[in-house]
C-alpha cells in the first residue's frame, strides 16, 4: 500500500514534548515558541513572525490586521483551499475570484487590473505548489491602487523568487502580510499549526494584540508595561508550547527534509519525461523566475475521464494518487455569490489535475512503481 501522503517525525518530537512539559509552562509563547519563530526570522530574513494555531488562524489574523469590514473587496485565487478565502468573507469582504494562467495553477496576474474596483483593499496570492508567483508585477499593481498583498505561503516555505539579476527572495517576505502552514500535509508539521509574517513595521505591535486575545499581554511580559489590558480586538491565535515543540524538532532538520523532498521530485519528473513527450500528460511547470520547495508532485491529465482512469487503476495497485482543489467560484457555498465570470484555467486545473503519492519516506522504487503503473494505463 503506497499512501498519499504519511506525515514524517524527525525523532526528537517526543523529546523536546517532554521538556515543554518539566519547564512548567506549557501555554503558548514560551521557550520552544521563540525558537521557533527566531530560526524563521534569521533563515528567510522576515521582519516578525507569529506562531499560530494553524494556516487558518494566520489568515484570520491578517484580514483583522488589515481592518476588512463587510463591502471591502478581496481578491482571491480561485484554485486554492477554502481558508484563502473564508478568513476574508468571515470580516464580511465580497470575495472576487482571480483565475489561473494557463500554464501553472498561480493566479493570472494580467488579469488582475481588470478586477480591482474602489472598494478593492486586498490581493491574496497562493504560491501553489511552492511555485512562485510573479511578485514584481503583483507588487506594482498593489502599489498603483493602494492594496495591501497576502502571501498565501501554505505550500511554499523554503521556497523563492528568483529576480532578472538572479537573486533569490524567499517567498513570505515579499507581500505585506503572509500565511505558512504547519499541517501534517505539508513539508514542515506540527499536526495542525501556523505561521503570521508580519513584514511591515506598521503592523507588528497589533498583530501581537490581536494573536493575543486582543491584549498587550505580550509586552506585559516583556516587563514593557506593568499590567495588561483589553486593547483591541483579537482572538485565540497561539499553539501551545507542546506544538512549538513539535515544530522545532522538524525545523531542526529542515535541510534534510528538504533534500529528500527534493529529490523524490525529480525522479518523478524523470521518470515521466518520455509520457510527457508523447503528449499524454503534462509535467508541472516551474518559470525561471521560481524555485521548487518539493512540496508536491502534480500531472495534468488530458481530461477528467484519463484522470479517473489513472486514479482507478493505481488504487487497483494500492497507490493513493487524489485531485486537488474544486474551485471555489463553484463551490456549494460560493456559487449563488459568485459574478458570474467563467474561470476556465482554474476549472480546467479542477477537471485535470492529479496528484501522486508524496512523502519523505516514499522511496526511489516506489515511485518508479508509481510511474511504471501511469504508463502502464496510458499505453
Ligand atoms: C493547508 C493550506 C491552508 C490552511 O492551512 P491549515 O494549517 O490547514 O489551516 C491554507 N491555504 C492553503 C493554500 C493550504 O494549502
Redesign the pocket.
Known amino acids: 500500500m503506497i499512501p498519499f501522503n504519511k506525515p514524517f517525525l524527525t525523532g526528537q518530537e517526543t523529546e523536546y514534548i517532554k521538556q515543554a512539559v518539566a519547564s512548567g509552562k506549557i501555554s503558548g509563547n514560551g521557550i520552544f515558541t521563540q525558537r521557533c519563530q527566531s530560526f524563521f526570522e534569521e533563515r528567510y530574513g522576515f521582519k516578525k513572525t507569529l506562531l499560530t494555531s494553524?494556516?487558518?488562524?494566520?489568515?484570520e489574523m491578517a484580514a483583522l490586521l488589515l481592518n476588512i469590514n463587510p463591502g471591502d473587496e478581496v481578491i482571491v485565487p480561485a484554485y486554492?483551499?477554502v481558508?484563502?478565502a473564508n478568513a476574508f468573507v468571515l470580516r464580511g469582504a465580497k470575495v472576487v475570484f482571480a483565475d489561473s494562467s494557463a500554464h501553472h495553477p498561480n493566479l493570472n496576474a494580467n488579469l488582475l487590473e481588470s478586477l480591482i474596483t474602489p472598494r478593492t483593499k486586498v490581493i491574496v496570492v497562493?504560491h501553489?505548489a511552492g511555485v512562485a508567483c510573479d511578485m514584481p508585477q503583483i507588487m506594482a499593481i498593489a502599489d498603483k491602487y493602494n492594496l495591501f498583498v497576502v502571501e498565501?505561503a501554505?505550500?511554499a516555505l523554503d521556497s523563492y523568487y528568483i529576480g532578472p539579476d538572479r537573486t533569490k527572495k524567499p517567498l513570505g517576505s515579499l507581500g505585506h502580510l503572509a500565511?505558512f502552514?504547519?499541517?501534517e500535509?505539508?513539508n514542515i508539521i506540527a499536526g495542525?499549526?501556523?505561521m503570521l509574517v508580519i513584514n511591515e513595521e506598521q503592523f507588528i505591535n497589533r498583530a501581537e494584540i490581536i494573536w493575543e486575545k486582543g491584549t498587550n499581554r505580550a509586552a506585559f511580559f516583556r516587563g514593557e508595561m506593568n499590567k495588561y489590558e483589553w486593547v483591541d480586538v483579537g482572538s485565540s491565535f497561539l499553539p501551545s508550547e507542546i506544538t512549538a515543540a513539535f515544530l522545532w524538532a522538524q525545523l531542526e532538520n529542515l535541510d534534510g527534509i528538504q533534500k529528500r523532498r527534493k529529490a523524490i521530485w525529480g525522479i518523478y519528473q524523470d521518470c515521466l519525461k518520455d509520457i510527457a513527450q508523447s503528449g499524454k500528460l503534462q509535467l508541472p511547470f516551474i518559470p525561471e523566475s521560481a524555485t521548487n520547495n518539493g512540496f508536491m508532485y502534480y500531472v495534468l491529465c488530458q481530461n477528467t475521464e484519463q484522470r479517473t482512469n489513472i486514479i482507478r487503476h493505481l488504487g487497483q495497485k494500492n497507490i493513493l494518487a487524489v485531485f486537488h482543489y474544486l474551485a471555489l467560484h463553484k463551490s456549494p457555498f460560493f456559487r449563488e455569490k459568485h459574478d458570474g465570470r467563467e474561470l476556465p484555467y482554474a476549472d480546467l486545473y479542477t477537471d485535470t489535475l492529479l496528484r501522486l503519492p508524496f512523502y519523505y519516506e516514499l522511496r526511489d522504487e516506489e515511485i518508479e512503481c508509481i510511474c511504471h503503473q501511469i504508463k502502464q494505463v496510458l499505453a
Open positions: 494553524s494556516g487558518t488562524d494566520a489568515l486554492t483551499f481558508s484563502t497562493v501553489y498565501d501554505a505550500h500565511a502552514s504547519f499541517h500535509t505539508k495542525e499549526g501556523g
